[in-house]
């Protein structure tokens, strides 16, 4: 994030500049003389100008969740460079610049960049007294112009879906198979070589390979990229691939356009010829490795659990755009339960306290108490269990089903008695682990959506909501479903961030009332607001970008930026109206004034943010919302704040 500060140190540098320009080679004043008008004329607006949007980007270090603490960066450095570029303007900028400027004298020749200024800026009131700012009924339909764009762009952008983050660029693959649970280790082997020589010979139709490097996981699931599943370290059913992709500049697509086509080859080539295998491909995703589609079943029974995740997944599999359905239990592990038998307890005279007693020393490691060392160390602990193989030499229970049949158990006459003749072994078949939410089982149904087809988590989630409704009437009383994944965190991040941008709002209208004082040139300002985000939002529409939460993150930070321009216009025109103008001339001038200093902080602003929408996926939706929004601000703010001005002023002279 590098640009942003760099821009804003900029802004009030040009600011600084262009009246010490003005004052030497338009005004023909001396160095001195010009450097005083400079401060005097642009401190005060500048000031504001950073301090609406330092409260701007202030409240952003208030937004909640998790994102919320990995976004408090970029507006702590951003008004850390707005606090030091105001004091370097002034104490810095303006005394440097008498190396260039010292020896200028007051009139020379201007320059032909001034003369072409200076004819624009003529020609530009010229136009605005005759078309913009005739009289009030005219500057009055300039607006009601500007808020039927504002409204139009409000309906092109609700037409956009929203999405936490948009798909990043990476190189890193996880491809993960989960073969039948009685699937050998042979045959995932099978699996694993027809897969590697997929893998390996995979490249692009001009011959190139696409990955660089392959690492073939047989029994094992690949760890490369992080999963939302509860999956063993290792079993005889488990596949897996850790995959690099090549440099971006080697290959001729994204690495997320390759997934779906890989996937598909993967699926149709060799998965379909191997009944019960789930496929699933994990690549980085913004904002953590989660899948962003999960649906959280709740209940009591994890039988009953299980078939409703059977019933919404295959829901989800029925939407276009959705990929690697399953829930977050994998496959069961078998599980032995040893029911005691009553009748042969009551033969040996035993309870089901004492087998439980005595259970636990054979099952369970146990606490036998502390050893004192002295000397101020800490006691060592002792724990006790039974010695057995599986162990190898560990505390802890039997892990092997042979082991089972060597338990003995102790009469009250002290001989010893199998296992197998006070217990009936149960064999039964157990989830990997068992989630709870609020107290309830919960089993959590994961996908994504298909990346780079244009269909998003929430289109999904969209299609999804009435195909449950539907579902839920036949599900038994007690069990309910919620989104979690990036709809939970959309609703935590994009509602923190709209209370951000109310709170960002009134910061700055309440420093520009006091600016001003009033409330009528303060409002002229702030609308400059609305102009920007036609810009962004109509931009947004025809680029089909979803609003992502640096897209927020963006029209937040353009709040701040955009009312500068807008405060420099204001205070000249207030300017002019000191110097006698009636309030249309003084409209018209105003603009007129301030079009070169305008255009150069735009246009730098603008420069400075292209480098870095192109550095990565996730700065493209911020910096386009900001680049749009200045175009528009710029062009409409040219064009209607004049008139705003002329309709919100009294035709009295207050300055008088």
């Excluded at 810095?92 to 201007?110: E, R, Y």
């Excluded at 035993?350 to 005595?358: E, G, I, K, N, V």
């Excluded at 102790?410 to 078949?429: C, M, N, R, Y």
């Excluded at 989630?461 to 036949?474: F, I, N």
Aim: glycine share 8%; hydrophobic share 45%.
């Amino acid at each position: 994030m590098s640009s942003f500060p760099e821009i804003a140190l900029v802004d009030v540098f040009i600011l600084m500049l262009e009246g010490m320009h003005e004052g030497i080679f338009v005004e023909g004043l001396s160095f001195s003389e010009s450097a005083l008008k400079t401060v005097k004329s642009y401190a005060g607006p500048a000031f504001t100008g950073q301090l609406t949007t330092i409260f701007a980007l202030a409240p952003l270090m208030a937004i909640s969740g998790t994102l919320g603490k990995f976004i408090r960066l970029i507006p702590i450095s951003a008004i850390t460079c707005l606090v030091l570029s105001y004091a370097l303007s002034l104490l810095v900028v303006i005394p440097l610049s008498k190396v260039l400027l010292g020896n200028v004298k007051g009139g020379d020749t201007k320059t032909f960049v001034d003369r072409l200024t200076e004819l624009a800026s003529a020609r530009f009131a010229e136009w605005s007294l005759r078309f913009t700012v005739p009289n009030r009924l005219v500057a009055r339909l300039w607006s009601l112009a500007a808020l039927g764009m504002f409204v139009f762009a409000c309906v092109l952008f609700a037409t956009l879906p929203p999405n936490l983050f948009p798909v990043n660029e990476d190189t890193k693959l996880s491809i993960n198979v989960q073969m039948a649970p009685s699937a050998t280790l042979a045959r995932s082997q099978d699996v694993a070589d027809q897969m590697g020589e997929l893998l390996r010979t995979y490249q692009d139709p001009d011959g190139k390979p696409v990955f660089k490097s392959l690492v073939k996981l047989v029994g094992k699931p690949s760890g490369l990229v992080a999963s939302s599943e509860l999956k063993p370290a290792n079993a005889d059913y488990f596949v897996g691939f850790s995959a690099v992709f090549v440099d971006q500049n080697q290959r001729q697509r994204n690495s997320y356009e390759y997934v779906r086509d890989l996937r598909q080859d993967l699926q149709e080539k060799i998965l379909r010829n191997y009944p019960g295998s789930t496929l699933s491909m994990q690549y980085p995703i913004a904002g953590g490795g989660d899948d962003p589609i999960q649906v959280e079943i709740s209940g009591d029974d994890m039988q009953v659990l299980r078939e409703i995740s059977v019933q919404v997944q295959q829901a989800l599999r029925e939407i276009p755009g959705t990929m690697d359905v399953r829930d977050d239990l994998g496959n069961l592990r078998e599980d032995y339960k040893l029911i005691p038998k009553r009748e042969a307890l009551n033969f040996y005279g035993l309870t089901q306290d004492d087998l439980a007693a005595q259970g636990r020393f054979l099952m369970f490691d146990n606490d036998i108490g502390d050893f004192p060392i002295g000397s101020g160390e800490e006691d060592i602990e002792i724990r006790m269990s039974t010695l057995w193989p599986s162990r190898q030499g560990e505390v802890g229970g039997p892990s092997r089903q042979d082991e089972f049949q060597t338990i003995r158990f102790v009469t009250p006459d002290g001989k010893t008695i199998p296992a197998e003749a006070v217990l009936e072994p149960s064999p039964d078949a157990v989830p990997l682990s068992i989630t709870h939410r609020n107290g309830q089982r919960t089993v959590t149904v994961l996908a994504k959506n298909i990346p780079g087809i244009g269909i998003y988590n929430t289109n999904i989630l969209e299609a999804l909501t009435p195909k449950l409704e539907d579902l839920r009437k036949s599900w038994p009383r007690g069990y309910s479903y919620r989104y979690g994944g990036d709809a939970e965190t959309s609703d935590e991040t994009f509602g923190s961030a709209t209370q951000m941008l109310v709170v960002a709002i009134f910061l700055v209208f309440a420093v520009l009332v006091l600016q001003f004082g009033s409330y009528s040139q303060p409002l002229i300002i702030i609308l400059t607001i609305p102009f920007a985000l036609i810009g962004t939002f109509i931009g947004f529409f025809l680029l089909n970008l979803s609003f992502s939460f640096p897209a927020a993150i963006g029209v937040i930070a353009l709040t701040g930026i955009v009312v500068n321009d807008a405060i420099v216009m204001v205070e000249t025109m207030n300017e002019r109206r000191k110097q006698g103008m009636d309030v249309r001339q003084a409209a018209a001038h105003g603009a007129s004034d301030r079009l070169r200093p305008i255009l150069t902080t735009s246009i730098t602003t603008i420069i400075g943010l292209i480098p870095l929408a192109l550095s990565e996926a996730n700065w493209f939706p911020l910096c386009m919302a900001i680049i749009f929004g200045l175009l528009s601000a710029t062009l409409i703010a040219l064009l209607v704040v004049p008139g705003l001005y002329l309709q919100l002023t009294p035709k009295n002279n207050p300055f008088k």
